[in-house]
Nanobody, 116 residues
Framework: QVQVVESGGGLVQPGGSLRLSCTVSGSDFSTYTMQWSRQTPGKQREYVAVISGIGFADYADSVKGRFTISRDNLKNMVYLQMNNLKPEDTAVYLC??????????WGQGTQVTVSS
């Protein structure tokens, strides 16, 4: 069983920055594809960014140029650096791990609120 735990959310003013962290258990972390998604009430879960085990990254158009996904395979950690935050970025941010066998694991999420 893979455990996924997010942290780093909070309240930030528009234009501000936050860095989210995701801790993942498992000895094969370097082979996992890691993804950040976000969820707001009444809306479908939205893809934000993904990073492969060797660091290839992709982003949703809505966050491209503002958000950066990264990982530290020695620490079993994934990060999402969020800059120039907008009110529409307000959501619960969830981390998702996909193992080399294709199994997926979600974390519980961390709340990000962008408001003045």
């Amino acid at each position: 069983q893979v455990q996924v735990v997010e942290s780093g959310g909070g309240l930030v003013q528009p234009g501000g920055s936050l860095r989210l962290s995701c801790t993942v258990s498992g000895s094969d972390f370097s082979t996992y594809t890691m993804q950040w998604s976000r969820q707001t009430p009444g809306k479908q879960r939205e893809y934000v960014a993904v990073i492969s085990g060797i660091g290839f990254a992709d982003y949703a158009d809505s966050v491209k140029g503002r958000f950066t996904i990264s990982r530290d395979n020695l620490k079993n950690m994934v990060y999402l650096q969020m800059n120039n935050l907008k009110p529409e970025d307000t959501a619960v941010y969830l981390c998702y791990a996909t193992t080399s066998r294709g199994r997926g694991y979600w974390g519980q999420g961390t709340q990000v609120t962008v408001s003045s």
